[in-house]
Each structure stands twice: as structure tokens, then as C-alpha cells.
């Protein structure tokens, strides 16, 4: 089967600082890739998607960045608030799968005041 | 909008009980999914439907039952609860059917324990 995985499962920085979080995927058909953001008892919320024809997309305070080369995919706060602290998650998806989406573990970040 | 909404937000059950985890959206969205989160583990697909009458298979799907009537609701029923079945239960949503790169919107999920 298809495997998300992210590097770190646990992420601390210090308010104000940049956060990057990685995340590689092992299918290189996989061309729709989500970054969710996930709070204590809450459902995933959608922060930032990325075709696999772009190499970077900018958000509000967020660049993901995407290397098809090394099938790796990487998400960046800037300037990050104690409101980042969550479980992120990226989640791949292929053209011929249509809606169906894998997901990798998490990874958890805290932020530090 | 409501968005994705999911009742109820926590549950306990015995084994062998039976149990409908409701799911419902008002966004008209044609693909809707149920998840299981565990700890350690992303997102497992149990079973996902393109439209109304029409449901399939995900991933983990053994052990529970799903019908979609209608396009809002998308009723995941467990038939006789297992303890491998505690875990965190997400439904989401999608725009359109079988499209590729449409964003998944989550409900806030159920959590359920079975004794």
C-alpha cells in the first residue's frame, strides 16, 4: 500500500520563530497533496494544498514546498504563535484514486512562550 | 453552514452491542467518508460514498455498515462492537464525486470506547 510518513513526530519552537515541518510520501503518482492542522479533540482543518505541478504555494504565514524529486513535502509557519500548537498531518492523493486520500502519523508541534 | 457535523461526540459501549455513529453536511457536497484515528496511525478509510445510493469499501472496512439515503447523511454503523474498534471516528466531505485534488472538510469526530 501507499505510505505517508513525516520525519519528526514531535516539533518544539519558540514563539516567533519559524516552524518546518517534513513530510515524504513514497508514491511518486501521488499529485494532490493536503497539509491539515489538527487541535486537541478536534477534527482535521485544512491549511494548505499543492498540485504536483507547482514547487512551492504561499498562504497566510504558510509555504508548503514540494521536491518530487525526493518525493518529499514540507510545511512552514512563519512566525509561529502559541494558536500553531497542534498535530499537522499531510495527506497525498492520486489522480486515480479520485477523492481517496493517505494519510501520514502527525507530527506535533509546541510552541513555546 | 453547519459544515460537517457528527453526533454523538463521545460514546461507550460493551462488546457486542450494536451503534449508528451519524454524519451529516449541508455544503451538497457528493462524496462523503468515514475515518478511524489511532493513536500512532493517520487516517484509516472504512468506507466512503460518491453519492447518494452509492457506498464502497476503504481500507478497514470489516465491521461496519454505511447506507447514504440521502446527500446530506452518512450513517456509519458498527454491527457488534469489538474493543479494536475504540478509536476516534471522522466523517468528511468533498465537493464533488471522484475528483481529484477537492479538499476533504472534517467533522469534529466521535469518540468511542468499547469495554
Known amino acids: 500500500g501507499e505510505s505517508v510518513g513525516l520525519h519528526l513526530p514531535t516539533l518544539s519552537v519558540q514563539e516567533g520563530d519559524n516552524s518546518i515541518i517534513n513530510c515524504a510520501y513514497s508514491?511518486?503518482?501521488?499529485?494532490?497533496f493536503i497539509w491539515y492542522k489538527q487541535e486537541s479533540g478536534k477534527g482535521p482543518q485544512f491549511i494548505i494544498d499543492i498540485r504536483s505541478n507547482m514547487d512551492k504555494r504561499q498562504g497566510q504565514r504558510v509555504t508548503v514546498l514540494l521536491n518530487k524529486t525526493v518525493k518529499h513535502l514540507s510545511l512552514q509557519i512563519a512566525a509561529t504563535q502559541p494558536g500553531d500548537s497542534a498535530v499537522y498531518f499531510c495527506a497525498e492523493n492520486m489522480r486515480n484514486t479520485g477523492n481517496q486520500f493517505y494519510f501520514g502519523t502527525g507530527t506535533s508541534l509546541t510552541v513555546i512562550p | 453552514n453547519a459544515g460537517v457535523t457528527q453526533t454523538p461526540k463521545f460514546q461507550v459501549l460493551k462488546t457486542g452491542q450494536s451503534m449508528t455513529l451519524q454524519c451529516a453536511q449541508d455544503?451538497?457536497?457528493?462524496?462523503m467518508s468515514w475515518y478511524r484515528q489511532d493513536p500512532g496511525m493517520g487516517l484509516r478509510l472504512i468506507h466512503y460514498s460518491v453519492g447518494a445510493g452509492i457506498t464502497d469499501q476503504g481500507e478497514v472496512p470489516n465491521g461496519y455498515n454505511v447506507s447514504r439515503s440521502t446527500t446530506e447523511d452518512f450513517p456509519l454503523r458498527l454491527l457488534s462492537a469489538a474493543p479494536s474498534q475504540t478509536s476516534v471516528y471522522f466523517c468528511a466531505s468533498s465537493r464533488l464525486a471522484g475528483a481529484w485534488g477537492d479538499t476533504q472538510y472534517f467533522g469534529p469526530g466521535t469518540r468511542l470506547t468499547v469495554l
Open positions: 455544503m451538497n457536497h457528493e462524496y
Open positions: 508514491n511518486s503518482a501521488s499529485d494532490y
